[in-house]
């Protein structure tokens, strides 16, 4: 009789075994906490359907949004980290779960063509290169419906996505709240297109 391993209950060995092989992808010694999630999630319900959420790690926004009632299978979830994407096929099997990298997003093709109302982003912005963050958010934009909204937080002072990127995606950011309680401290942002003049 051979025993099968335990199921991973919490994510967080998958998540501090990812940061170690990845410190700068991962940039977070420990996941999110559940302040953070409730902050970066609550303007979302089941009528934002379908929703993309850019690395995931092990799921406490997933978690989030499915509470919020965001039905499983409208959810698409990009995350890079291979042992990520493993724990996330097994807990949402209904979910769309795409192993890449979030720079390729734009030319994704999701949900069958339907626009997305929101877009939840737990990659670590103030590490990448301005060329980087410009290609994720465009990517973000391309898939967002008409007053679709990003969503993502940092542990800066500031908004990290900078305003050169927002200008020239003729976007606009409003912090909307912090997570004080999580470790470290988190401010979130709303990140949507600019009214026409």
Same mark, same amino acid.
């Given at each position: 009789?051979?025993?099968?391993?335990?199921? *991973?209950? =919490?994510?967080?060995?998958?998540?501090?075994?990812?940061? $170690?092989?990845?410190?700068?992808?991962?940039?977070?010694?420990?996941?999110?906490? #559940?302040?953070? @999630? *409730?902050?970066?999630?609550?303007?979302?319900?089941?009528?934002? @359907?379908?929703?993309? *959420?850019?690395?995931?790690?092990?799921?406490?926004? %997933?978690?989030?949004?499915?509470?919020?009632?965001?039905? *499983?299978?409208?959810?698409? $979830?990009?995350?890079?980290?291979?042992?990520?994407?493993? $724990?996330?096929?097994?807990?949402?099997?209904?979910? %769309?779960?795409?192993?890449?990298?979030?720079? #390729?997003? +734009?030319?994704?093709?999701?949900?069958?063509?339907?626009?997305?109302?929101?877009?939840?982003? +737990? !990659?670590?912005? !103030?590490?990448?290169?301005?060329?980087?963050?410009?290609?994720?958010?465009?990517?973000?934009?391309?898939? !967002? #419906?008409?007053?679709?909204?990003?969503?993502?937080?940092?542990?800066?002072? =500031?908004? /990290?996505?900078?305003?050169?990127?927002?200008?020239?995606?003729? !976007?606009? @950011?409003?912090?909307?709240?912090?997570?004080?309680?999580?470790?470290?401290?988190?401010?979130?942002?709303?990140?949507?297109?600019?009214? /026409?003049?």
């Amino acid at each position: 009789m051979s025993l099968s391993p335990p199921v *991973e209950r =919490s994510g967080n060995a998958t998540f501090f075994r990812e940061w $170690l092989s990845n410190p700068l992808r991962v940039a977070s010694v420990a996941p999110s906490g #559940r302040a953070l @999630a *409730e902050m970066m999630t609550r303007d979302i319900d089941a009528s934002s @359907a379908p929703v993309i *959420e850019l690395g995931p790690g092990t799921g406490i926004f %997933t978690d989030a949004l499915l509470a919020h009632g965001v039905p *499983e299978d409208r959810l698409a $979830l990009i995350e890079k980290g291979t042992s990520f994407a493993v $724990l996330l096929r097994r807990r949402h099997p209904l979910a %769309t779960v795409l192993e890449m990298d979030a720079t #390729r997003l +734009g030319r994704a093709i999701l949900f069958g063509g339907d626009k997305a109302g929101a877009v939840i982003s +737990g !990659l670590p912005v !103030l590490a990448m290169p301005p060329r980087v963050v410009m290609q994720i958010v465009h990517g973000c934009f391309v898939h !967002l #419906r008409e007053g679709g909204a990003m969503y993502q937080f940092t542990y800066g002072p =500031s908004c /990290p996505v900078k305003r050169q990127i927002l200008d020239r995606l003729n !976007l606009q @950011a409003k912090r909307v709240g912090g997570a004080f309680i999580n470790l470290p401290p988190a401010s979130v942002y709303r990140i949507t297109r600019r009214a /026409p003049i």
